[in-house]
């Protein structure tokens, strides 16, 4: 069962958790390509080459830091069936 605070024994404790993004990276490069071109000397068309640049989305997994607020039974205090709070001591025994 869920613990809640404030309740008998119960304490609060920041838990860390990595959550993992999916990071979208835009990359350009730059290519020459051959086309044909119209109006060259003394012919109607040759070929030429021009530069054109080419975009794509790499993925990169990122990691962050998350805290989260969790309720857990105080040292030395245990939840049995289900109750609210921390009712039952802990015994330790030392021989």
Known sequence: MLIESPR???CTEREVKLVAQ???CVQAFTRMV???KQGCQ????CMGYERRTAYYTAYRQVY???YQTV???CPGWSQLNGE?????RKYCVVL
């Open 8 to 10: 008998p024994n119960v």
């Open 34 to 36: 051959k086309v044909w």
């Open 42 to 45: 003394g012919q109607t068309w």
């Open 84 to 88: 609210a709070g921390c009712l039952y």
């Open 64 to 66: 962050r830091q998350d």
């Open 71 to 73: 309720h857990k039974c």
């Open 22 to 24: 999916t990071q979208p």
